[in-house]
């Protein structure tokens, strides 16, 4: 799975900062048929969290109406230099993560 | 000849979109109507994630195209009037589509910590519709706001 992050590397305390996030997927809807006429099963990524030295600070919770490959743009305050982690996980529980350092000055 | 030109673009661009709306057409015929989701089911669907309490318009702003030719991919961005603080802060926030098989298209979860109550993303739509947005404050109080979208390729079966 492809991720894309885009995220400040610095920020001054207080700052609230955009974060970015994307991952390559193609949310199946399960609405969709093949040539065959048969549908195609549902294949869709279900949540999404981002965690800030470890406490969570948002979460997304995805749907069949969510475009293929799930884009995202939130903000947070930075509070302190820490790792920014974002995980996606699927219908079966199957995850991809991928972290970012801030460094607060 | 300037003038020429121009009519000859105008008839080029009236042949594609003619085009691009019978494909729709057929496409959305082809959908039966027992799986759109109907404006009710978008209450129901709101009611369900928020539960009874009264529903005030306003404080959310939905931004939305006027137009999108593809509504397997809309850009949709959700704003909420509040200060984020500790005691004044939005809690969750619902994207609502009245006319996709399934109403409820994503929550988002926020926190004194998002510092500002925005978020964007991309989602689909199955045809010309008025997507809702609901936040909860954490006062509890729920806020709806609404932005309408005409879309010519709708994403039904087709991407």
């Known amino acids: 799975m492809s991720i894309r992050i885009s995220a400040p ?13 994307l991952i390559q997927h193609p949310m199946e809807t399960g609405y969709r048929r093949n040539n065959r006429g048969e549908i195609i099963e549902r294949d869709i990524i279900t949540t999404f969290e981002c ?11 995805f749907h069949p109406g969510i475009a293929a490959n799930p884009f995202l743009t939130f903000y947070t305050r930075a509070t302190k230099s820490g ?11 199957q995850s991809w993560a991928e972290t970012h350092s801030l460094t607060v000055k | 000849m300037e003038m020429m030109k121009q009519d000859k673009f105008n008839f ?16 959305c015929a082809a959908f039966p109507m027992s799986t759109s989701a109907e404006a009710a089911d978008a209450d129901k669907a709101i009611r369900d994630l928020f ?9 959310v702003t939905v931004d939305l195209p006027p137009i999108a030719e593809n509504g397997n991919s809309v850009a949709i961005k959700v704003t909420v009037d509040s200060p984020m603080t500790e005691n004044d802060h939005v809690r969750r926030i619902a994207i609502i589509s009245p006319r996709n098989p399934l109403a409820e298209v994503a929550e988002f979860q926020l926190g004194p910590r998002a510092g500002k109550a925005e978020v964007a993303t991309r989602i689909r739509m199955a ?7 609901v936040a909860e404050m954490s006062d509890g109080s729920l806020w709806l706001g609404k932005a309408s979208t005409v879309v010519t390729l709708a994403a039904c079966i087709i991407g």
């Open chain 1, 9 to 21: 590397d610095t920020a001054s305390k207080n700052e609230v900062i955009e974060l970015k996030a």
């Open chain 2, 127 to 133: 045809g010309t519709q008025t997507i809702r947005a």
């Open chain 1, 83 to 93: 790792t920014l982690e974002f995980r996606w996980t699927d219908q079966n529980g």
């Open chain 2, 51 to 59: 539960g009874d309490g009264e529903l005030n318009e306003g404080r």
């Open chain 1, 51 to 61: 965690t800030y030295d470890g406490d969570t600070v948002f979460q997304a919770r």
């Open chain 2, 12 to 27: 080029m661009l009236d042949r594609r979109r003619l085009l691009t709306l019978g494909t729709a057409g057929l496409v």
